[in-house]
């Protein structure tokens, strides 16, 4: 998308004479103004003209003032806003051919043959049947004299594009729909608060979520908050479930959990086709008193307008944004044989993919559902059902009799991040499931290295997990465990190589980052030296280096010959070999947070312009996609070089703004940016330069971004994470047992566990030497780069 993007917009004219239009249909989304900001702000860049249509279908037929051209004003401050601003609304004209034909002349009559609609299947199908009957509609017109020749001719050809504006996430061809997101962090916070109460009375909750006949909503809310019985359509229960479910939530309670949360979809049904739901009469009549002896029963549905609700996520407005940008490019780019496209999400990419295709596929999946092929259904959703699925299952509490001679260590490395708590639970309850025991090692490297030393107050740094010692894990923020940038080099290998030995540690789990500990840096450097020029494979970057150095160390310790696998969790999302680290989600969101309070003082003042500092080291990931998110005018990193004359650019930029109708500026700096330019330095600069046009303020952000309950996104992520990783040391021990020993000394005995676009993969950490810049602790290349010229576009640059 993004090399195109740059080659089109080099040309001002591309879209010169043309004329789009956009409109939302069906359920609102949240994220959908996003896209609207987006769809308008590109459109005028490549030099169409954009036209808003409010209130759906019913405003193209209507016509007349529902039909507006946009200005750039006309959309800003609309970003952080949930719901759409221009309107939704159910037309039974545009059902009929002659609703049809009354639309078709309103968009004659602009010249608009270029249409983006936002909505769900049932909407973008009436948009392709719009774009098939064109030709006859201006036939008709011209028949009817209300329409010439000239402009059937001119305007023969409708060109139609589709975004995906659904919370329920149910459209078969794109992993994630505009809105999904946000409507999980509604339900998330509302389980959230549910659960301190449940926990103080010992209450089981049943709560119902949206979702129609899709489960994507109830699955990673019930990932997310640690259900302990999820209902969904693609995976009904067996019969029977009713007495299973009970003496499940009874052997929760057997070992002392004092919480209970059952999830429902709303389209939830049993393996007859039956409906379940949160007040299900069977299990009430049935298996009610059973499971009053135990708990207290509570029913709670969660209403669809709450979870449509609030500001979207910075995720939404991120896919929103991307998604509206690559729309525009789509139907400038469209020919008279171009099919209908829907702009679709694919791992990290927005791409293009056939928009009937991708209805008639999730058609399909109400087929396979009333027909009870749930194998098919689930299938048809995508892997992403699947995994999380399977990831469910194994966080339940078993009795197993398959106990294994085997012990794993887990533990936290580096900076504290949202999400590792989960991942931790993850990591502990399947290795549980599967009969291993589960050793945690608190406060990194250091409290491997001191087993049973006290340090920090903590007399016993690895113990034993079991099932109930991480009951309240996934939603708590920072690192429970605790977690220090010490690397094994500067705890010890000899002293490491024996805890291992003692504890007859079979495997390592590592959750942690590539943060720096600058001191221990000096302490490996008696001189004190300037650690700047540090060798690389010699600057500390704690859990992947740390990684790295157990491997090398390996071949003088033969007691580290064990597997160990990295999971990525850091804030900074600079972790090599993954384009997504576990923490970085909830970091985006709490700036974006911040950014729009900020927004909201800076309108109320008038003519001020704020420059915020981000985390991140030197990785500008977070500062680039949150001054995305949020709207910024500028977002200056370390990856991308500015002088002082991009600064005054900046500067000019926001002087002509302030004369215009948007008195507001927002400015993000990454903490390492640039070492000469510090915040200082940029907030005095925009101070003076501003003067007697606007005044400007400055705000360091600090620990902020890495504190905070976990976003839906990370526990789901860390969740699901850990748990693989976990089935990955489980299989090397397997593989490698030498008498009553783990010996694992091959390449890939030490690997790192990372997204890259959709999928999950283990990488070898010797093999990501190549791509890492060890002194600036980022990789070589990072894909988001290709997103920031989309941040300059939607600032009129």
């Not at 703004?657 to 200082?680: P, V, W």
Request: proline share 3%; with cysteine; glycine share 10%.
């Amino acid at each position: 998308m993004h090399r195109k993007l740059r080659k089109s917009v080099s040309s001002p004219l591309i879209g010169s004479g043309r004329s789009i239009a956009v409109f939302t249909s069906g359920g609102d989304s949240q994220g959908m103004n996003a896209a609207v900001r987006a769809i308008v702000r590109m459109g005028i860049t490549c030099g169409a003209k954009v036209y808003l249509i409010n209130e759906g279908y019913q405003g193209m037929v209507d016509g007349g003032e529902n039909i507006v051209e946009a200005s750039w004003d006309d959309v800003s401050g609309i970003l952080q806003m949930g719901g759409t601003v221009i309107g939704s609304a159910r037309c039974k004209d545009f059902r009929e051919r002659q609703g049809r034909l009354k639309a078709a002349f309103n968009l004659v009559t602009l010249g608009i043959t270029n249409i983006c609609a936002i909505g769900g299947d049932g909407s973008l199908t009436g948009a392709n049947l719009f774009r098939e009957e064109w030709s006859s509609l201006l036939e008709e017109l011209v028949a009817d004299g209300k329409i010439s020749g000239e402009q059937m001719a001119k305007y023969s050809h409708l060109n139609i594009v589709g975004l995906v504006g659904s919370i329920d996430n149910d459209f078969c061809g794109t992993d994630m729909t505009i809105g999904a997101d946000s409507a999980l962090h509604r339900i998330v916070e509302c389980v959230d608060a549910i659960t301190t109460t449940a926990v103080s009375h010992q209450r089981a909750f049943v709560l119902e979520v949206m979702g129609r006949h899709c489960g994507y909503l109830a699955l990673v809310t019930g990932l997310a908050c640690g259900a302990d019985w999820i209902f969904i359509p693609e995976h009904p229960p067996a019969d029977g479930w009713e007495e299973k479910m009970c003496a499940k939530l009874e052997n929760a309670r057997s070992w002392g959990n004092r919480l209970n949360v059952v999830i429902v979809s709303e389209g939830a049904i049993d393996s007859h086709g039956n409906p379940i739901t949160s007040q299900h009469k069977d299990h009430t009549k049935s298996n009610g008193p059973d499971l009053r002896n135990t708990v207290l029963n509570r029913n709670f549905k969660l209403t669809g307008h709450v979870q449509r609700g609030g500001s979207p996520s910075a995720f939404d407005r991120l896919l929103g944004t991307r998604m509206g940008a690559e729309a525009v490019l789509a139907l400038l780019e469209a020919t008279p044989d171009t099919p209908a496209y829907v702009v679709s999400l694919d791992g990290n990419q927005a791409v293009r993919v056939p928009l009937m295709e991708c209805v008639e596929k999730t058609k399909e999946v109400g087929k396979a559902l009333a027909e009870k092929d749930f194998n098919k259904a689930a299938n048809l959703r995508g892997s992403q059902i699947e995994s999380a699925w399977t990831c469910s299952c194994n966080m339940h509490h078993t009795n197993t009799h398959l106990i294994k001679p085997y012990n794993i260590a887990i533990m936290n490395v580096g900076a504290p991040a949202a999400g590792m708590n989960a991942a931790v639970r993850s990591a502990v309850r399947t290795c549980l499931y599967n009969g291993y025991k589960a050793i945690v090692v608190h406060n990194g490297y250091e409290g491997l290295a001191n087993d049973m030393v006290c340090i920090f107050g903590m007399t016993n740094p690895i113990e034993n997990y079991t099932w109930k010692c991480v009951a309240n894990f996934v939603a708590a923020g920072g690192s429970i465990l605790g977690t220090k940038r010490t690397l094994p080099s500067q705890c010890g290998f000899d002293k490491i190589s024996e805890v291992i030995k003692k504890r007859n540690i079979h495997g390592i789990i590592c959750i942690g980052g590539f943060e720096v500990s600058v001191d221990g840096a000096r302490n490996r450097f008696p001189d004190g030296g300037n650690t700047s020029f540090v060798p690389p494979l010699v600057c500390p970057c704690i859990a992947y280096h740390g990684a790295l150095e157990i491997k090398e160390a390996s071949q003088n310790y033969p007691d580290l010959q064990i597997p160990m696998v990295v999971v990525p969790a850091t804030l900074s999302n600079n972790v090599p070999g993954t384009d997504l680290s576990i923490g970085s989600d909830t970091g985006l969101n709490s700036v974006c947070e911040t950014c729009d309070r900020i927004k909201m003082s800076a309108s109320g003042t008038k003519r001020r312009t704020f420059v915020l500092e981000t985390m991140g080291g030197y990785c500008g990931y977070l500062a680039t996609m949150s001054g995305l998110a949020a709207g910024a005018d500028a977002a200056y990193i370390f990856e991308e070089e500015f002088t002082i004359k991009d600064l005054q650019k900046n500067i000019s930029h926001l002087r002509s703004k302030m004369q215009g109708k948007i008195q507001r500026g927002l400015i993000l700096r990454n903490e390492k940016a640039n070492e000469n330019f510090s915040t200082d330095f940029v907030h005095r600069l925009y101070a003076e330069e501003g003067k007697n046009v606007f005044d400007c303020r400055v705000n360091v952000l600090g620990h902020m971004q890495q504190g905070g309950v976990p976003s839906p996104f990370d526990r789901n992520y860390a969740t699901k994470s850990a748990a693989k990783a976990a089935f990955w040391i489980l299989d090397k021990i397997s593989n490698n047992v030498v008498g009553d020993k783990v010996v694992c000394s091959s390449h890939d005995s030490v690997v790192l566990l990372g997204m890259k676009r959709r999928q999950m993969l283990f990488q070898p950490v010797e093999d990501l030497k190549e791509a890492t810049d060890f002194k600036h602790r980022i990789p070589v290349q990072q894909w988001w780069m290709q997103i920031r010229p989309l941040l300059r576009i939607m600032a009129h640059y």
